[in-house]
């Protein structure tokens, strides 16, 4: 088996947050477990599946190793494995875990963490509730019915104005948002006002160069979205275009895909997280994948 620990997926940058500036303090290397069930659900490898199955905690997985489980890290996973014809045992045993440990009777929602380190940590968040409870409808065949009905409660009362829905973890407006659009769209809520909303959030947001903020993050994640909420004509044929146009030689450049901070005492350490570029490129081998598929298949809400 390749050992793919070695391997970091991103360069964090990280600075010491003060009411005066921000002080650059060091560049280190992170994310060498989580983000490799995208890249495996980019695109099928026998050694990234036998790896991810090796790092499994208890039945959950870290970001890193020795950085401690967390909700959506293990979602990233478990989609991975998940499209990767994993032994679906192991999928629901990890998603069984995931409604023991980090859902929220109180607030109907899924926590990203137990113990933060952060104020901000604590609670559920908008990105780890739609992507935990759109795999337990794929995986669990209605016997977590009642927690996937209370997220998508909670995911409709926490969309913002403008139709968009914003996260604690990630960069990209677009990430929970398209997540957000896809458990409405799965559990038969594809022509409701939220997913409706959401939709055109998406159509008047893209620029006219045919991408989001000029991101390939952003734009896959758009583009998979719409693929979902549907679309009028041309729109993800222009995302798809723009990222085409953005592909070199290896693959895409990598962009930022994480940030976080530490609360000690009166200090805040600030890590920005960029990919090295094979996250990017696994967003837009997974939008180009799905929005191909549309043209023969039709929108997935359907």
């Known amino acids: 088996m390749v050992d793919f620990k070695p391997d970091y997926l991103t360069t964090c940058t990280v600075y010491k947050l003060t009411e005066r500036e921000p002080t650059f303090l060091e560049h280190m290397e992170e994310g060498n477990v989580a983000y490799y069930g995208l890249i495996l659900q980019s695109g099928y490898d026998e050694q990234i599946k ?45 998603v069984r875990k995931l409604v023991q440990t980090y859902y929220s009777e109180s607030e109907g929602a899924f926590k990203t963490v137990l113990d933060g380190r952060a104020r901000y940590w604590d609670g559920v968040s908008p990105e ?34 403008d139709g ?15 997540y957000s659009i896809r458990l409405l769209c799965s559990i038969g809520e594809s022509s409701s ?30 583009i998979i979205g719409l693929c979902w909420a549907g679309s009028p004509p041309g729109i993800i044929e222009q995302g798809r275009d723009w990222i085409l146009s953005r592909k070199g030689a290896e693959g895409w450049e990598g962009e930022p895909v994480l940030y976080y901070w530490f609360e000690e005492e009166d200090v805040r350490l600030f890590h920005c997280c960029r990919d090295k570029g094979r996250i990017t490129t696994a967003w837009a081998m997974l939008a180009l994948k799905i929005s191909a598929n549309i043209r023969v298949h039709g929108f997935l809400g359907t």
């Open 50 to 94: 036998e790896y991810l199955l090796k790092c499994a905690k208890d039945g959950l997985w870290e970001y890193q190793h020795g950085y401690g489980v967390t909700a959506e890290d293990s979602a990233l996973v478990i989609e991975g494995l998940l499209e990767s014809g994993a032994d679906k045992e192991i999928l629901i045993a990890s």
């Open 128 to 161: 780890t509730t739609a992507h935990i409870a759109y795999l337990l409808h794929r995986i669990t065949a209605g016997e977590h019915s009642r927690e996937i009905l209370s997220c998508a409660s909670y995911i409709r009362k926490t969309q913002k104005r």
């Open 164 to 178: 968009s829905w914003t996260g604690k973890w990630f960069p990209s407006i677009m990430i929970p948002t398209f």
């Open 193 to 222: 006002r939220n997913v409706t909303m959401a939709r055109d959030y998406m159509i008047q947001t893209q620029h006219r160069n045919g991408s989001w903020n000029n991101s390939v993050v952003d734009s896959s994640a758009a």
